[in-house]
Nanobody, 127 residues
Framework: QVLPIESGGGLVQPGGSLRLACAFA????????LGWFRQSPGKEREFVSA????????YYAESVKGRFSISRDGAKNTMYLQMNSLKPEDTAVYYC????????????????????WGQGIQVTVSS
């Protein structure tokens, strides 16, 4: 059983920064392709970022390029999302996602490609 657990959310002013973390238990971390998604009230869950097992393939939504950075730490079984220059439109519940993949360079922007999801964590950007 895969149990992703998010942390690091909260309230931040526009222009501020937060770092989200997603810790994994229950399976070998290096087997996972990983991603972050977010969902605002009344909207569908949308892609934010993804990273491959090999750590050298990353994708970002256009809305966060240049401001967000995804990474993973095999020693800590944890994925991170560093969010800088936050905007009110970044306000959402953020979810980490994972799937067991064979390809080292697999990374996906599609929600349906992930079978394991965290419970979600609130990020609010407001003055």
């Amino acid at each position: 059983q895969v149990l992703p657990i998010e942390s690091g959310g909260g309230l931040v002013q526009p222009g501020g920064s937060l770092r989200l973390a997603c810790a994994f238990a229950g399976r070998i971390f290096r087997d996972f392709g990983l991603g972050w998604f977010r969902q605002s009230p009344g909207k569908e869950r949308e892609f934010v970022s993804a990273i491959s097992r090999s750590d050298d393939v990353t994708y970002y939504a256009e809305s966060v390029k240049g401001r967000f950075s995804i990474s993973r730490d095999g020693a800590k079984n944890t994925m991170y999302l560093q969010m800088n220059s936050l905007k009110p439109e970044d306000t959402a519940v953020y979810y980490c996602a994972a799937d067991v993949v064979s390809g080292a360079r697999w990374a996906s922007q599609r929600r349906n490609d992930y079978n394991y999801w965290g419970q979600g964590i609130q990020v609010t950007v407001s003055s």
